[in-house]
């Protein structure tokens, strides 16, 4: 946001940087289509199934297996006979992508629809990682629009007019799982109206054609009317302890406004923007689903645990990867042209398999921070309208947030000790709770308890610094995507969600480079097809699904509708595809709740084994319902029922459902703060 202090030449300078820029980059870059729907893709079909993980399996084995034959044949060595010309390409993939999360599944998704043959590979689940860990916005980046105006820095302005683009695009290609959400910025000084409103008039011009809507400002009367959880009047006293006392008293507002008028400041107004919203994991889960129809081989839980070099031709070049199936220890060999790291927060874990020095600390690629969200019950926000502490005391930004019927609060910023190996399931701890309920407290009329929290969780962000730069002080939230020598691997590390399809197709770009200067036989097309492609989901998506959903229940849910909660969830979580699993409840009697607090049912649970590589209870309660980041005592109390469901689908003996039971537990802890 804009600091009070900016001076006016300043600021006439900075609007003139921004108005001259954004008109320069709409006049070269502003090439999108009219739109006019999403057109039909090969999974548009709703009854075309998903490729099932033997069978995936078995393609990798195929494809190794004609490897081994014909070197075999050919005495270890290529020969130019018949054999060699029919199948010399056909023994590997062209790509090989390491990590399921937001880029890597954007990535199989590019690739495989411009026709290079793909395969995923993810060692937990996707969107285990960051990819399901975010604040769920789909921003264009206020923050860097401040760096962008102050420093007068193009660099940092472009970035911005990337995001609000690439925002406009995910909205489009995801409508089920994603919508405009308005954001408003509460004003106790009336300074603060001018500075926010300003900024934000900056951000629509920047977003010019990609705007959602226009940010206005709203008075106080009309602030209360749209949230009215919103403080009236916000205390104004250093003392926490003393200033929540204040606070929950029933006589604030009159104790603020005639006793101790110095203790409080009243409401100005608010300065309102919109921003995008969606489901993280579940756009994850959609992007590989997505990919898989396109035909990628796409395989979480399995793990890459060596890389292989040729040692006939490079010595140094990676060609291929050993991978183990973490459900049965088997391991496969896989040979691809080219090798993408998109392994997140892990990245120098994967690029030490190549070299053990880049674990180091002046080789490292990737320097992760953690960031703690909380979730409190939805009566601390409207449904449609989200509020931004654009300035915390220790200079962060804070969101509090509607999101799938509930409301989320964060994030804190917390840096990995020099050293300090990144978590794989991070924890929160009950001091970054603290935190943010304290920072969001002045701001509600409505004050947070601990008791109220209903999940927490906490993700690693990546800072990432290019490896072909000397300057190790070179980090920076946005990506950067490396061709490492003499390996060739790419390595694509850092930037955020609003981003992951530009970063794709920026990738698949240099996938391509770079198999050309090698002289592969590239039999794909140069062009990327994702600016306009919708995700699995999307192409039957309707603002009246939910109703048909509702209308669908026939005598399944009890002989009667689903209830409205159910039919909406159903309808935004999986979009052309919510009739099928409301079909799929009434054929097997699988309408009944989970959990009573939560509107997911048991068919979903079916659903998920059969049609979105789900293999494990985290799988489902945490990437493909959401459950544990929502109410994690509900995750708990259901996962039972969910390895019983599980466990007849996906056939597992008794050991295996005890030890999920367990396993799924322990895993719920992380969702509880420390």
């Given at each position: 946001m804009f600091h009070r202090t900016v001076s006016r030449s300043l600021a006439v300078a900075a609007s003139s940087v921004v108005g001259i820029s954004a008109a320069t980059y709409y006049g070269r870059n502003n090439k999108e289509g009219s739109g006019g729907g999403l057109p039909q893709e090969p999974w548009s079909n709703v009854d075309k199934p998903l490729p099932t993980r033997a069978e995936m399996f078995r393609e990798i084995e195929r494809r190794i297996g004609l490897h081994s034959t014909r070197n075999k044949k050919n005495g270890g060595a290529a020969e130019n006979n018949d054999y060699d010309k029919d199948d010399k390409d056909d023994d590997k993939f062209d790509l090989l992508v390491i990590g399921g999360g937001a880029t890597g599944s954007g990535v199989a998704l590019d690739a495989q629809t411009?026709?290079?043959?793909?395969?995923?590979?993810?060692?937990?689940?996707?969107?285990?990682?960051?990819?399901?860990?975010?604040?769920?916005?789909?921003?264009?980046?206020?923050?860097?629009?401040?760096?962008?105006?102050?420093?007068?820095?193009?660099?940092?302005?472009?970035?911005?007019?990337?995001?609000?683009?690439?925002?406009?695009?995910?909205l489009q290609n995801a409508p089920h799982l994603s919508h405009v959400l308005m954001i408003a910025t509460p004003c106790y000084e009336w300074y603060e109206v001018p500075y926010y409103w300003a900024g934000m008039k900056a951000y629509d011009l920047v977003a010019g054609t990609s705007a959602l809507t226009f940010s206005s400002f709203a008075t106080s009367s009309r602030t209360i009317m749209e949230f009215p959880t919103v403080a009236k009047r916000k205390v104004l006293i250093d003392d926490e302890e003393e200033a929540r006392k204040i606070r929950e008293r029933d006589d604030v507002d009159e104790i603020l406004s005639t006793e101790e008028p110095t203790m409080g400041k009243s409401l100005k107004g608010s300065v309102l923007y919109s921003d995008g919203q969606f489901d993280d994991a579940r756009l994850n889960v959609a992007l590989a689903v997505t990919a898989a129809h396109a035909g990628a081989v796409v395989l979480n839980h399995c793990s890459v645990v060596d890389l292989l070099k040729d040692d006939d031709v490079n010595r140094e070049k990676v060609t291929g990867a050993i991978l183990k199936d973490e459900e049965t220890g088997k391991t496969h060999a896989v040979r691809a042209k080219v090798i993408v790291n998109c392994a997140g927060p892990f990245a120098d874990d994967v690029r030490a398999l190549d070299d053990p020095s880049k674990a180091t600390k002046e080789k490292k690629m990737?320097?992760?921070?953690?960031?703690?969200?909380?979730?409190?019950?939805?009566?601390?926000?409207?449904?449609?309208?989200?509020?931004?502490?654009?300035?915390?005391?220790?200079?962060?930004?804070?969101?509090?947030?509607?999101?799938?019927?509930?409301?989320?609060?964060?994030?804190?910023?917390?840096?990995?000790?020099?050293?300090?190996?990144?978590?794989?399931?991070?924890?929160?701890?009950?001091?970054?709770?603290?935190?943010?309920?304290?920072?969001?407290?002045?701001?509600?009329?409505?004050?947070?308890?601990?008791?109220?929290?209903?999940?927490?969780?906490?993700?690693?962000?990546?800072?990432?610094?290019?490896?072909?730069?000397?300057?190790?002080?070179?980090?920076?939230?946005?990506?950067?995507?490396?061709?490492?020598?003499?390996?060739?691997?790419?390595?694509?590390?850092?930037?955020?969600?609003?981003?992951?399809?530009?970063?794709?197709?920026?990738?698949?770009?240099?996938?391509?480079?770079?198999?050309?200067?090698?002289?592969?036989?590239?039999?794909?097309?140069?062009?990327?097809?994702?600016?306009?492609?919708?995700?699995?989901?999307?192409?039957?998506?309707?603002?009246?699904?939910?109703?048909?959903?509702?209308?669908?229940?026939?005598?399944?849910f009890g002989g009667s509708n689903p209830d409205p909660d159910v039919s909406r969830h159903l309808a935004t979580s999986y979009g052309d595809r919510a009739m099928a699993v409301a079909s799929l409840a009434s054929f097997a009697g699988l309408e009944k709740r989970l959990h009573p607090n939560v509107p997911v049912i048991e068919a979903e649970v079916v659903y998920a084994a059969r049609a979105e590589f789900c293999r494990s209870a985290s799988d489902f309660l945490a990437r493909r319902s959401r459950m544990a980041f929502l109410d994690v005592q509900a995750s708990e109390m259901a996962t039972n029922r969910v390895v019983e469901l599980l466990a007849k689908e996906l056939k597992w003996g008794w050991r295996r459902r005890r030890a999920e039971t367990k396993k799924t537990k322990e895993f719920l802890k992380s969702f509880r703060a420390s």
């Open positions: 411009r026709g290079l043959k793909t395969i995923l590979v993810e060692r937990d689940d996707f969107a285990s990682g960051t990819s399901s860990k975010s604040t769920k916005l789909v921003h264009g980046g206020v923050r860097y629009l401040e760096k962008a105006v102050f420093n007068l820095d193009y660099g940092q302005l472009k970035l911005v007019f990337e995001a609000l683009k690439e925002r406009k695009v995910l990737v320097s992760p921070s953690l960031g703690t969200h909380v979730v409190l019950p939805k009566y601390y926000v409207p449904e449609k309208f989200g509020m931004i502490i654009p300035k915390t005391k220790d200079g962060r930004v804070v969101f509090l947030l509607p999101w799938l019927d509930h409301a989320v609060a964060g994030t804190t910023d917390i840096a990995l000790k020099p050293g300090e190996k990144t978590p794989k399931e991070p924890l929160a701890t009950q001091d970054e709770v603290d935190y943010i309920l304290e920072t969001i407290a002045p701001y509600l009329a409505l004050q947070p308890h601990r008791q109220e929290v209903l999940s927490v969780w906490s993700g690693a962000r990546p800072l990432a610094k290019d490896p072909t730069k000397t300057n190790s002080s070179d980090l920076s939230r946005d990506h950067v995507i490396a061709k490492e020598t003499p390996s060739d691997v790419i390595v694509v590390a850092g930037g955020k969600w609003t981003t992951y399809r530009l970063m794709a197709e920026e990738t698949v770009d240099l996938v391509l480079k770079t198999m050309r200067e090698s002289g592969e036989n590239v039999n794909a097309i140069a062009s990327c097809r994702t600016s306009n492609m919708g995700v699995i989901g999307a192409h039957g998506h309707k603002d009246s699904l939910s109703a048909s959903v509702a209308q669908s229940g026939g005598d399944g």
